[in-house]
């Protein structure tokens, strides 16, 4: 590095999975923004599995994008490389910097780590998790607070918890909040929405959606119970969709089966990528009743398509939806109540429709990657 050149920051996105989740989502918008910024104010190096080669050396044009082992694609082989092989790497490329964004970092690198930890919910929802996945992330949060120069965040009430909870220290943690790709989840056109209805085969079945990760932390079996009871009454009752990627919850399939004959549940697993502003404008109400969340993606990418969001006031949530959404509880009786109230109420959900579509453009993957680039500053000083 020569003197006046920015640091060389080294990204691990070998954690990225190959569906686009959350973390997906995280690490792409941040990268395209990083991409913005690459020469001027970072000096940017990404390792990645090989399978996203081709999409981050696209996006990142005046970046150093390297292949990982072909073994990181699975996990066990993945967190061994992070220890060994990922620290070497970073002095290869003569890293100032490595950042981790999927909470674990490795234990010994010769450059200042920062670790992006997202949520605290494996110890403020410990029963929502296996005890595998709960053991295993409360040990790398607890190490990655230890260990990194800084951690980023994704909301204030992240920041909080870890520091409540873990006794963090505060001066360590930078808040970047996520963003969301404006091009990609926009006000979707009349032939966006219907398209997917297409696929869907809804026909002119008015419908309520839900976009999301189908895991015990999401409440999907009282969100199906709670839309039942909101709408089995009606003369045309919408249907409700559940979308996103298979999980563990098995209490789903018990909450659908309760689900009587005249109402219609679709579970159709993953969309396409360009169908979800579609899916997600088109709805009714997209709603998201989670116990909690570090940031709450879903309901951003939602409100940036101009869908009126029904949401839990837990955690994170309340910083990203603010008066732009309708809140519940994760009780079914109250997600009846709330969601049939919707329902009856067009004014509103046309009022939260453009509250939420206006409130999402302050949310942008510049300004996260802006804080991060703060962060890894300090990192180095």
């Known amino acids: 590095m020569t003197a006046g050149s920015p640091p060389r920051i080294l990204v691990d996105a070998t954690s990225v999975p190959a569906d686009r989740g959350g973390v997906g989502r995280y ?35 005046g970046a150093d994008v390297i292949a990982a082992p072909a073994a990181v694609a699975h996990r066990p082989a993945r967190l061994a490389w992070e220890q060994t092989g990922l620290p070497l790497l970073a002095q290869q490329v003569g890293a100032r910097v ?19 930890v997202h949520d605290a919910t494996f110890f403020t929802e410990p029963e929502h998790y296996d ?13 990655s607070l230890r260990r990194a120069a800084r951690v980023i965040v994704p909301s204030k009430a992240t ?27 926009h006000a979707p056109s009349d032939d966006e929405k219907a398209r997917v209805r297409a696929r869907l085969g809804l026909g002119d079945t008015p419908y309520v959606a839900f976009l999301g990760a189908k895991e015990p932390r999401k409440n999907v079996p009282n969100l199906i119970r709670g839309w ?19 999980s563990h919850d098995d209490e789903i399939d018990r909450a659908a089966a309760e689900v009587p004959q005249h109402l219609r549940l679709l579970r159709p697993g993953y969309l396409r990528y360009a169908d979800l502003p579609g899916f997600l404008g088109g709805a009714l109400v997209s709603a998201y009743p989670s116990y909690g969340e570090g940031f709450g993606l879903p309901i951003l990418e939602a409100m940036a398509c101009a869908a ?4 839990t006031p837990r955690l994170s949530l309340p910083e990203v939806g603010g ?14 109540a709330d969601l049939a109230a919707l329902l009856d109420d067009e004014p509103r959900r046309l009022a939260l429709a453009k509250a939420g579509f206006d409130r999402a453009k302050e949310f942008t993957w510049d300004s996260s990657a802006e804080v991060h680039i703060s962060a890894w500053n300090r990192a180095t000083a």
């Open 98 to 116: 490595l950042h981790s964004p999927f909470y674990t970092c490795p234990l010994r690198v010769g450059c200042p780590v920062t670790v992006t």
């Open 159 to 185: 920041r909080d918890e870890l520091i409540r909870l873990l006794d963090a220290d505060p001066t360590t943690i930078d808040v970047a909040y996520h963003g969301v790709d404006h091009a990609a989840f």
């Open 228 to 246: 039942v009871r909101a709408v089995r009454e009606r003369q045309q009752p919408p249907a409700l969709v559940i979308a996103g990627g298979q």
């Open 323 to 336: 008066d732009a959404v309708a809140y519940t509880s994760e009780a079914p009786e109250q997600i009846a």
């Open 308 to 311: 009126p969001v029904l949401t």
């Open 27 to 61: 690490v792409d918008g941040l990268l395209g923004a990083l991409g913005r910024h690459t020469g001027t104010t970072v000096d940017l190096s990404v390792v990645a599995q090989r399978t996203d080669l081709e999409r981050y050396s696209r996006m990142l044009p």
């Open 131 to 143: 005890k595998s996945r709960r053991t295993f992330f409360r040990s790398a949060i607890k190490t």
